[in-house]
Nanobody, 125 residues
Framework: QVQVVESGGGWVQAGGSLRLSCTASGLTFDHYAMGWFRQAPGKEREGVSCISQSGGSTNYGDSVKGRFTISRDNAEKVLYLQMNDLKPEDTAMYYC??????????????????WGQGTQVTVSS
């Protein structure tokens, strides 16, 4: 049974930083591309950043480029999202997801099959 679990969310003031972590069990971690997604109230879920199985290729949403960094440690089977210079518009539930689809780099939710329950990030102005 695949289980994806996010951690590291919280409350932070604008300009601050947070690091999210994600673990995925029940699958061969380095066989799966991974992604971070977010959903704010009343909005659709959107791709934040995605990373290839090896970690050698990444993709970022325009709104987070230069501020967020995705990485993975395949030995420890952990996915990270370092978020710097956070803005109030970054407030959302953040989800980790896994896929072995070749469409992983679209960073679109339909391409990802295994999802966590999410971790809340709140940025105050």
């Amino acid at each position: 049974q695949v289980q994806v679990v996010e951690s590291g969310g919280g409350w932070v003031q604008a300009g601050g930083s947070l690091r999210l972590s994600c673990t995925a069990s029940g699958l061969t971690f380095d066989h799966y591309a991974m992604g971070w997604f977010r959903q704010a109230p009343g909005k659709e879920r959107e791709g934040v950043s995605c990373i290839s199985q090896s970690g050698g290729s990444t993709n970022y949403g325009d709104s987070v480029k230069g501020r967020f960094t995705i990485s993975r440690d395949n030995a420890e089977k952990v996915l990270y999202l370092q978020m710097n210079d956070l803005k109030p518009e970054d407030t959302a539930m953040y989800y980790c997801a896994a896929t072995w689809s070749a469409m992983w780099n679209t960073c679109r939710p339909p391409a990802y099959g295994y999802w966590g329950q999410g971790t809340q990030v709140t940025v105050s102005s």
